[in-house]
C-alpha cells in the first residue's frame, strides 16, 4: 500500500477530561475510501476537525500527507477539500460568486469559468446567480460539495454528504465522489449508515465510545473490494 | 485577483448588499455626538473646538469597535470562517483584509461624524476641517488595526463583548491622546508643523499595531 | 526534582531582605525636608512600580515563548507574572493616592506616571478578565498571550504620548535607575534596600503562584490519563 493521504495515528482528543476520541487509528491512500459511521454525538464530526486540521489533538497525531494536519503548509492545503454540516456558504452571496470566491482563495486558474462549470456539475446552473439565502437545504448542499471539489482536491474529507439530499441529488453526489476517488483522491466520509457509501465502495468502520471498531457484518462484505486501500490500522 | 483582494472584495460587496454595518455605525456616532453636546453643552470659540475634538474621537472610538467587531463576525454564519482557515489563505493576509474592510467602514462613518461634528458644535466647514482629516484617518487605521485583532479574540468567548472595549480603550490611549490634540489644534486654526509631533505619534501607533496584528493574527484566528 | 529547599532559601532571604528595609524605611532614614513623614511611602512606592512593570514585561515575554515552542510551563508563568503584577500595580496606586492628598492635595492626578500606571492596571485587568472568560483551555493561553504582548508593545508609546500629555510628578523621580533628586546617601541606600526587598518578594510570591499553576497543568494532564485508561478498562 502506498504512503497513506489520511492518516490517524493513537489519535484522541478531550474536551475536558473525559475523551470524546480514543485510540483512533485509520489510513487512507489515494483513490482510497473510508466510511466511518455512527450515533450523533459520536464523534464522527471531532474526528473530521481533527483530521483537516482545523481542531488541536489532545493525543496521538492527525496527519494529511504525511504531515501534522493542524500546521500544514497553504500549498498542502490547497489539495484538501472539506464538506461540513456547516455549509460554508456565504447567504449574500449568489451560488456563483460563492464558488468563484474560494476558486480564487484555492489558486484555481480561470476562477469564473471553473465555477460554472461546477455549477452545471451539480444541477446548479438555473440558480447560478441566485442568492444562497434563498436556497433549499438541498441546493445548499449540493453547492457546498461544489465547493469542497472545485480545486480537484487530493484529499477529500465529508461530513454526511448525503443528508439533505434527494434520490437525484444523491446520484450526483455519488457519481462525483466515485469521479474523485478514480483520479487518487483519498475520502474519508461520515455518516449514519453505511449503506450509500459502502455501495461505492468504502471501507466502513464504527465510531462507538470514541473509539473506532469494526462495522456490521454485512457492510464489511460489501466493501471487500476496496478494503486494500483503506483500513483500520491495528 | 489575489486573495487580499478576493476577500476585500467579498466584504466590501456583502456591506453593499444589505450588511448595513455603515449604516449601523453612522446612527451610532449620531447618537454618540448629540449625547456630548447634551453632556457639554459647549461654547464657540476653542473651548468648542476642544469639544468638538473630543467628541469627535470618542464617536470614533465606539464606531470602530461595533466596525470592527461586525467585519470579524461577518465570517460566523454558516461558518465560513473555518472555510478560510481550511483554504491556502495566509492568516496574515486575511487580517488585512479584515482590517481594510474595518478602516473602510470606519472611514465612511467618520466623514459623517465630521459632518456632523461641524454641525453640532457651530463650527465652519473649512480648510482647519480638511486639516484634520488625515488625523482621522491615520486614528481610524490605528483603531481598526487594533480593534481587528482583539475582536478576533472577543467573537469567540462567550460573553466576549465586554473584553473588547476592555482592552481596546487603555491600548488606544497614545493614539488617542495624540489624536484629541491634533484634532483640536487643527481644528483652532494651529499651523500644520504645530500638529507634527502628534502626527507622528499616530503613524507610530498604526506602524506598531499593524504589523502586531499581522504577526499576531494567526495565534487568534484558529480553533480549539 | 523538587523545588522546595530553593524556595524556602528564597523565602527566607526575603524575610531578611524585608525586616531590613522595614528597620531602614522607618528607622534609619532621615525624615525629608519638604515633605515630612509621608514621603517614606515613596520607599515602597517606587519599588512596587520597578515590579509592576517588570512583571509586565516578563507576561510578555512568557507570551512569546509560549506561542513559539507551545510549552504549558511558559503560559503558567505568564499568568502568574500578571496576577502578581496586578497586586503590586495596585499597590503603586493605591501608595501614589496616599501620597498625594497630603502632599498636593488630591487623591488623584493625572501626572504622566501616575496615568500610566493606571492604564497598565486597566490593561493587567483586561488581562485577567480574559483569561477568567476563557477558561482552563489552550485556547485561552494563546489569547492571552497574544495580549500580552500586544499590551507590552503598546506600553512604550503610552508612556511617551502621556508624558507629551503633561507632567508633574516630582522631580525626585526622573528617572527609575539613578538621577534623582534624593540629596542624602542614607536615602539613596534605604531605596535600593528596599528595592531588593521588593524584587525579592516579587520572585518569591511569583515562585509560589508559579508552582500552584504548574500543580494544575499536572493534574488537568492526570485528570485527562485517568479518564482515557478508565475508558479503555470498560471496553
Request: aromatic content about 8%.
Amino acid at each position: 500500500m502506498t504512503a497513506p493521504l489520511i492518516e490517524a495515528r493513537a489519535l484522541g482528543k478531550s474536551f475536558g477530561p473525559a475523551p470524546v476520541l480514543r485510540e483512533v487509528n485509520l489510513s487512507v491512500a489515494a483513490g482510497g475510501g473510508l466510511a466511518v459511521v455512527g450515533a450523533n454525538g459520536a464523534g464522527k464530526s471531532t474526528l473530521i476537525r481533527l483530521l483537516a486540521g482545523l481542531s488541536a489533538p489532545s493525543f496521538g497525531d492527525a496527519m494529511l500527507f504525511g504531515e501534522a494536519a493542524r500546521t500544514l503548509a497553504p500549498a498542502l492545503r490547497r489539495r484538501v477539500g472539506l464538506l461540513s454540516h456547516q455549509s460554508f456558504l456565504y447567504p449574500n452571496l449568489s451560488a456563483q460568486e460563492n464558488l468563484e470566491f474560494y476558486a480564487t482563495l484555492y489558486g484555481v486558474e480561470d476562477a469564473r469559468k471553473t465555477a460554472a462549470l461546477w455549477l452545471e456539475r451539480v444541477a446548479l446552473g438555473a440558480a447560478a446567480d441566485a442568492r444562497v439565502r434563498g436556497f433549499s437545504r438541498g441546493m445548499e448542499q449540493r453547492l457546498a460539495l461544489a465547493r469542497a471539489m472545485l480545486a480537484r482536491p487530493d484529499v477529500l474529507m465529508l461530513d454526511e454528504p448525503f443528508a439533505a439530499l434527494d434520490g437525484d441529488g444523491a446520484a450526483l453526489a455519488a457519481a462525483l465522489v466515485r469521479e474523485a476517488m478514480s483520479r487518487g483522491c483519498a475520502v474519508l466520509a461520515s455518516a449514519h449508515s453505511a449503506e450509500p457509501l459502502a455501495a461505492l465502495g468504502f471501507a466502513v468502520l464504527a465510531l462507538a465510545r470514541g473509539k473506532l471498531v469494526r462495522a456490521e457484518p454485512d457492510a464489511a462484505r460489501q466493501s471487500a473490494a476496496r478494503a486494500p486501500l483503506a483500513r483500520q490500522v491495528s | 485577483m489575489n486573495s487580499f483582494a478576493a476577500v476585500l472584495r467579498k466584504d466590501l460587496l456583502l456591506e453593499v448588499r444589505g450588511g448595513q454595518s455603515t449604516v449601523a455605525l453612522g446612527a451610532l456616532s449620531l447618537l454618540v455626538l448629540v449625547v456630548l453636546v447634551f453632556a457639554f453643552d459647549p461654547g464657540g470659540g476653542e473651548q468648542g473646538a476642544a469639544a468638538a475634538a473630543g467628541a469627535l474621537w470618542v464617536a470614533l472610538v465606539f464606531s470602530g469597535m461595533l466596525g470592527a467587531t461586525r467585519a470579524v463576525s461577518a465570517e460566523n454564519e454558516n461558518g465560513c470562517l473555518r472555510a478560510l482557515l481550511m483554504s491556502p489563505l495566509d492568516r496574515a493576509v486575511l487580517y488585512a483584509a479584515k482590517l481594510a474592510a474595518a478602516f473602510v467602514f470606519m472611514a465612511v462613518a467618520e466623514a459623517a461624524s465630521i459632518v456632523l461634528m461641524v454641525l453640532f458644535f457651530n463650527l465652519d466647514f473649512d480648510a482647519r476641517v480638511m486639516r484634520m482629516a488625515p488625523v482621522v484617518l491615520l486614528g481610524a487605521l490605528g483603531f481598526a488595526a487594533l480593534a481587528t485583532l482583539l475582536a478576533a479574540i472577543s467573537s469567540r468567548l462567550r460573553g466576549g463583548e465586554l473584553i473588547l472595549p476592555l482592552l481596546a480603550v487603555p491600548m488606544f490611549v497614545p493614539a488617542l491622546i495624540a489624536g484629541v490634540k491634533a484634532s483640536a489644534l487643527a481644528l483652532g486654526g494651529s499651523p500644520l508643523d504645530e500638529l507634527a509631533v502628534w502626527i507622528k505619534v499616530l503613524a507610530a501607533f498604526d506602524a506598531i499595531f499593524v504589523a502586531a496584528g499581522y504577526l499576531l493574527f494567526e495565534y487568534v484566528a484558529g480553533e480549539e | 526534582m523538587n523545588g522546595r529547599p530553593v524556595r524556602l532559601g528564597l523565602g527566607f532571604v526575603t524575610l531578611a531582605l524585608v525586616l531590613a528595609a522595614l528597620y531602614m524605611v522607618f528607622v534609619y532614614v532621615p525624615t525629608e525636608a519638604d515633605q515630612g513623614i509621608v514621603q517614606r511611602i515613596f520607599y515602597f512606592h517606587v519599588p512596587c512600580a520597578w515590579d509592576a512593570f517588570a512583571s509586565f514585561a516578563l507576561v510578555a515575554i512568557a507570551g512569546i515563548f509560549y506561542l513559539w515552542l507551545g510549552q504549558q510551563v511558559w503560559d503558567d508563568l505568564g499568568y502568574a507574572a500578571a496576577e502578581v503584577g496586578m497586586v503590586f500595580c495596585t499597590l503603586v496606586l493605591a501608595t501614589g493616592s496616599i501620597w498625594a492628598k497630603p502632599i498636593w492635595g488630591a487623591w488623584w492626578t493625572w501626572d504622566s506616571r501616575l496615568t500610566t500606571t493606571l492604564i497598565l492596571w486597566l490593561l493587567y485587568g483586561g488581562y485577567l478578565m480574559l483569561r477568567a472568560m476563557a477558561g482552563d483551555s489552550a485556547q485561552g493561553a494563546r489569547f492571552g498571550a497574544v495580549v500580552g504582548i500586544v499590551a507590552a508593545v503598546d506600553v512604550p508609546i503610552v508612556i511617551v504620548s502621556v508624558r507629551l500629555w503633561r507632567t508633574i510628578h516630582p522631580a525626585v523621580l526622573v528617572t527609575r535607575q539613578g538621577g534623582h533628586g534624593l540629596e542624602d546617601p542614607r536615602m539613596v541606600a534605604t531605596l535600593l534596600v528596599s528595592l531588593a526587598a521588593f524584587t525579592a518578594l516579587f520572585i518569591w510570591i511569583l515562585c509560589l503562584r508559579f508552582v500552584t499553576l504548574r500543580m494544575r497543568t499536572r493534574l488537568g494532564a492526570l485528570a485527562r490519563s485517568l479518564a482515557m485508561a478508565e475508558a479503555a478498562a470498560q471496553d
